[in-house]
């Protein structure tokens, strides 16, 4: 009887764990158009930032009661601030289908990307209400899986690289390429299919809304691009992600912001420094691009690196999973998409409790 109770048991917490997050309902019906900001990337989008515990350097628990940083994710009775006015739905491809990791209103809950940063500048400036939707996966290149509709092959050193919707990823000129089970530009369908499938179902995701507006695109990724092909590649192809990106889901005039990759600091060289060079090259105050004037902006991440006896582990590709890393970096996305919107900045220390 005891072996038949655990079986039952443990068959409805893999329920449980399988089925998506119900949506909480907590906050009043919107009356404005829903805010969405898509969020779009790879492994540093779905987020490495550690929480604790906090004697361990560079959590957010340390560094919120150890260096009096990002008090505004506290109340005062030492829980986690939860925002009922920023939603936050978090979306994968599973296999054929579509997975949902997050549907909730905005807090702190376990490991987390640039969205907590972000979506505490933007809440706080915005006189309407917010929807974060994040759809990527993790390690993904821009100039193979998530490469956008319309890039065509191109020839780099005696090899010719798929243009979208081509398989495989690279063939000797002259020869008849052999399809895989993978085509360039699949992970960019699969992410804007899944984005597209949530704002069809809108109140499912966000309680009692009836409408929404896409205000925006919010893009960190570059490290699988760190090769000699796609970085040589990777400006023109980023400059047909947010041209797509904006056809795709009917906004020409949706704002875009990125921050580039930044492994190592300012000791990131070769073809990373190459990515990240590219990544500046859109931004529409300094950058090669005038019709991004306005509508563009890329930030510097690099500042933002910490090093490994700062943080809770040694691990560079995820940014030694350094929570001010993480946050920084969503609060420096979130200020330059606020500028960009017209919005007014909150002031410096700002919060909601």
């Known amino acids: 009887m005891r072996c038949l109770l655990l079986v039952l048991a443990l068959a409805a917490f893999a329920r449980a764990q399988e089925a998506p997050p119900p949506a909480s309902t907590s906050a009043a019906a919107p009356s404005k158009p829903v805010q969405v900001f898509v969020m779009l990337g790879q492994s540093n989008m779905l987020g490495f930032g550690r929480v604790g515990p906090s004697e361990l350097q560079g959590t957010l628990e340390n560094l919120i009661q150890k260096h009096g940083k990002y008090g505004f994710w506290k109340r005062e009775d030492g829980s986690w601030v939860v925002r009922d006015d920023v939603r936050y739905v978090r979306v994968m491809q599973k296999g054929d289908a579509m997975g949902v990791h997050a549907n909730e209103w905005l807090t702190v809950k376990g490991n987390f990307g640039p969205e907590l940063g972000f979506g505490q500048v933007v809440g706080d400036a915005l006189d309407a209400p917010v929807l974060?939707?994040?759809?990527?996966?993790?390690?993904?290149?821009?100039?193979?899986?998530?490469?956008?509709?319309?890039?065509?092959?191109?020839?780099?050193?005696?090899?010719?690289?798929?243009?979208?919707?081509?398989?495989?990823?690279?063939?000797?000129?002259?020869?008849?390429?052999?399809?895989?089970?993978?085509?360039?530009?699949?992970?960019?369908?699969?992410?804007?299919?899944?984005?597209?499938?949530?704002?069809?179902?809108?109140?499912?995701?966000?309680?009692?809304?009836s409408s929404y507006e896409i205000a925006g695109f919010v893009w960190w990724q570059g490290h699988k691009d760190q090769n000699a092909a796609h970085a040589s590649r990777y400006e023109q192809n980023l400059v047909q992600l947010i041209q797509m990106l904006r056809r795709?889901?009917?906004?020409?005039?949706?704002?875009?912001?990125?921050?580039?990759?930044?492994?190592?600091?300012?000791k990131l060289a070769g073809h990373g420094l190459q990515v990240a060079e590219a990544q500046l090259a859109v931004d529409g105050r300094r950058g090669n691009y005038q019709e991004?004037?306005?509508?563009?902006?890329?930030?510097?991440?690099?500042?933002?690196?910490?090093?490994?006896?700062?943080?809770?582990?040694?691990?560079?590709h995820h940014y030694n999973q350094n929570a001010e890393t993480y946050m920084e970096v969503g609060l420096a996305l979130g200020r330059a998409m606020v500028e960009m919107l017209g919005a007014e900045l909150p002031r410096q220390g700002e919060a909601r409790r």
């Open 132 to 209: 974060l939707l994040k759809s990527c996966i993790g390690n993904r290149s821009l100039g193979w899986d998530l490469l956008p509709p319309g890039s065509e092959r191109y020839e780099f050193e005696g090899q010719i690289y798929a243009g979208y919707k081509d398989s495989p990823l690279s063939w000797a000129k002259g020869t008849v390429p052999v399809p895989i089970a993978w085509y360039a530009g699949k992970q960019y369908d699969d992410d804007v299919a899944n984005a597209k499938k949530v704002l069809a179902e809108l109140p499912k995701y966000y309680p009692g809304a």
């Open 248 to 266: 795709d889901f009917g906004a020409p005039h949706a704002k875009f912001v990125l921050a580039t990759i930044a492994f190592g600091g300012e």
């Open 292 to 316: 991004f004037a306005g509508n563009v902006a890329a930030i510097d991440a690099r500042p933002f690196w910490r090093e490994v006896e700062l943080s809770p582990m040694n691990q560079g």
